[in-house]
T-cell receptor
Framework: QQPVQSPQAVILREGEDAVINCSSSKALYSVHWYRQKHGEAPVFLMI?????EQKGHEKISASFNEKKQQSSLYLTASQLSYSGTYFC??????????????FGQGTTLQVKP | NAGVTQTPKFRVLKTGQSMTLLCAQD?????MYWYRQDPGMGLRLIHY???????AKGEVPDGYNVSRLKKQNFLLGLESAAPSQTSVYFCASSPQGLGNQPQHFGDGTRLSIL
């Protein structure tokens, strides 16, 4: 029941755009996005809730298709600082208010000058 | 404001030894989580707690025990370490578990079992 992320890896030049997808087989209440740099802790980027509410980063946008149980993270005009591994974490409907997240395997993004 | 602090940061154990990893948060968060991270596997939930005195199993609980005697602390124990438990362990906390609150992660504990 781990969500599937695609692509597994992407290489960009500064200023290019990227889309990272996250797909689940379960009905979802929320999707979280985190970025992790090598050797560091994951850092919160965005939460998307069933019903359309969003919380998160000013310069990163995302979408959540509840019917398809899919979310996409949009990185526009990429900067060197965007490099890292991106994880989606999904909370399925019926998690009984535990906040339990099931994370995808990650998408590695490398931005080159 | 330290956030989430994990100790130790690194540890090497021999097979069969025991140890406890400590997670402390100073944000008065109710919910706390322990994850392990292995290459290509993402973050997998070991155990979690929805409040002081409570614990519950996550995706991969076998071989681990936890305790939450104080709200600010969440301990992860390995009773008899095995090489398969070599991993990076992350602790996280959140104010509540409704799904609309981010999880705040510690810097991780890198554990090697020989």
């Amino acid at each position: 029941q781990q969500p599937v992320q695609s692509p597994q890896a992407v290489i960009l030049r500064e200023g290019e755009d990227a889309v990272i997808n996250c797909s689940s087989s379960k009905a979802l209440y929320s999707v979280h996005w985190y970025r992790q740099k090598h050797g560091e802790a994951p850092v919160f980027l965005m939460i998307l809730l069933k019903g359309g509410e969003q919380k998160g980063h000013e310069k990163i946008s995302a979408s959540f298709n509840e019917k398809k149980q899919q979310s996409s993270l949009y990185l526009t005009a990429s900067q060197l600082s965007y490099s890292g591994t991106y994880f989606c974490g999904t909370e399925k409907v019926g998690s009984s208010n535990t906040g339990k997240l099931i994370f995808g395997q990650g998408t590695t993004l490398q931005v080159k000058p | 404001n330290a956030g989430v602090t994990q100790t130790p940061k690194f540890r090497v154990l021999k097979t069969g030894q025991s140890m406890t990893l400590l997670c402390a948060q100073d944000m008065n968060h109710e919910y706390m989580y322990w994850y392990r991270q292995d290459p290509g596997m993402g973050l997998r939930l070991i155990h979690y707690s929805v409040g002081e005195g409570t614990t519950a199993k996550g995706e991969v609980p076998d071989g681990y025990n936890v305790s939450r005697l104080k709200k600010q602390n969440f301990l992860l124990g390995l009773e008899s370490a095995a090489p398969s438990q070599t991993s990076v362990y992350f602790c996280a906390s959140s104010p509540q578990g409704l799904g609309n609150q981010p999880q705040h992660f510690g810097d991780g504990t890198r554990l090697s079992i020989l």
